[in-house]
C-alpha cells in the first residue's frame, strides 16, 4: 500500500482531478426523522478524492441560497475548490432519498441542471464525470462539449449513475450514454446501471459492448458480490470487502473516487492485472467504509490505508 502515500498534493499546484456535475442536498427520510446532507453524484466523488488529500475542483451548478452555501462549505471542508462560473442558478437541487429497511435508498428529484459552456485553461490529469449532469438537458450538452475538448489532453472518467426517474426514456439515455463513451478512458457502474441500460446482456456482455464503444476499461460494481474490471485484453473479479450496512448513500461514489486516486498513483504499468487487482481492493475498502456510515461519508486517506492494511493483514492470517 505504499503507492497510497504518495497522494498528499499541494494546495497551490493546479488541479490533479477537475470534477464536472451536479451538486445537491441530500434529504434522507427514514422511518425515524430527516437530515439533510450535501450530496450529488459528482459532488461525493469529488468531496472523496479531496478526503483521499486529491487537488481536485468542481465545476457544478448551485445557487448562493442557504443549501448553496452549505454545499459549498462541505466541499471546503474537503479541501475541495468549487471552480468559477458555479454559482449559476436561483436555487439549489434537492433529491429525497428515502431509506429501505436494508439500508438502500430509492430517490425522487427536485433538479435543474444548466452549465455554461466553458474552456478550461488548462487540462488537468483526470477529469471525471457522470450521474444527472450527463442527461439532463440544457447541461449535459455542455458537459459532453468540455469531454470532446479534454478528449485526448487527460484521462477521462464515466459513471452514470442512471436515474431513471430523471431521464426521458430509455432509448434516448442509452444514445446520450453511448455518444460519451467513446470520449471516455474509463467506464465505471454498477450492475443495477448495467442492467438498465442493456437488459438483454449479461454483464460480461455488457462490459464487452462498453470496451468495444471505445473506452480502454469497464468496471462494473456489484455491491456485496464485489466488481468486475474488463479491459480488451483481461477481465477480473475482485472480492467486496464484507461490512455492517449502515446505508448504501454515496457507496458507489466513495469507489469512484478510490478509483480515481489509485489511477493517480499506478505508476506505468497501465491496466495491467495486478494494477487492476489493486485499483479493485483499494476501491472495495473505500465503499466498505462508506456503507458503515449514515449519508456520503467517504473516508480519509489515513482510514483508507488502515483498512486496506487491516483487511490484507486479515487474508494473510487466513491463508
Given amino acids: 500500500m505504499d503507492y497510497l502515500t504518495t497522494a498528499r498534493y499541494d494546495a497551490h499546484q493546479p488541479l490533479d482531478v477537475m470534477v464536472v ?7 434522507v427520510t427514514t422511518s425515524h426523522d430527516t437530515v439533510e446532507h450535501p450530496g450529488g453524484s459528482p459532488a461525493n466523488v469529488a468531496y472523496g478524492l479531496g478526503r483521499l488529500g486529491v487537488t481536485t475542483g468542481l465545476l457544478t451548478a448551485i445557487a448562493p441560497d442557504a443549501r448553496g452555501i452549505l454545499i459549498e462549505n462541505h466541499l471546503r471542508s474537503a479541501g ?7 454559482k449559476s442558478l436561483t436555487r439549489t437541487a434537492s433529491a429525497t432519498a428515502t431509506l429501505e ?15 455554461a459552456p466553458t474552456a478550461p485553461a ?4 483526470i477529469l471525471h464525470t457522470g450521474s444527472i449532469a450527463t442527461f439532463l438537458s440544457p447541461g449535459a450538452g455542455a458537459v459532453k462539449s468540455l469531454l470532446e475538448q479534454a478528449h485526448g489532453h487527460c484521462m477521462i472518467t464515466y459513471d452514470p449513475n442512471i436515474r431513471p426517474a430523471l431521464l426521458s426514456g430509455h432509448a434516448e439515455a442509452k444514445a446520450t450514454f453511448e455518444e460519451l463513451v467513446p470520449l471516455t478512458d474509463v467506464v465505471k457502474l454498477s450492475d443495477e446501471d448495467a442492467r438498465w441500460l442493456y437488459p438483454q446482456n449479461s454483464l460480461d456482455e455488457t462490459a464487452a459492448h462498453i470496451l468495444r464503444l471505445g473506452t480502454g476499461l469497464t468496471v462494473i460494481t456489484k455491491g456485496a458480490e464485489g466488481s468486475q474490471f474488463s479491459t480488451p485484453a483481461v477481465s477480473i473479479s475482485i472480492a467486496a470487502v464484507k461490512s455492517k450496512v449502515a446505508d448504501t448513500i454515496g457507496a458507489g461514489d466513495s469507489y469512484m473516487s478510490a478509483l480515481i486516486l489509485g489511477f493517480l498513483t499506478r505508476g506505468t504499468e497501465g491496466f495491467a ?3 487492476l487487482e489493486q485499483l479493485g481492493h483499494t476501491a472495495a475498502a473505500a465503499a466498505a467504509i462508506t456503507v458503515q456510515r449514515p449519508g456520503a461519508n467517504p473516508p480519509t486517506l489515513e482510514e483508507l490505508v488502515v483498512a486496506i492494511e487491516t483487511h490484507s493483514a486479515a487474508q494473510y492470517a487466513g491463508s
Fill in 21 to 27: 456535475g451536479e451538486a445537491l442536498i441530500d434529504v
Fill in 80 to 86: 475541495v475548490r468549487l471552480l468559477p462560473g458555479s
Fill in 101 to 115: 429497511p436494508d439500508g438502500s435508498a430509492k430517490y425522487d428529484f427536485d433538479i435543474s441542471w444548466d452549465l
Fill in 122 to 125: 488548462y487540462f488537468p490529469k
Fill in 273 to 275: 492485472p495486478a494494477v
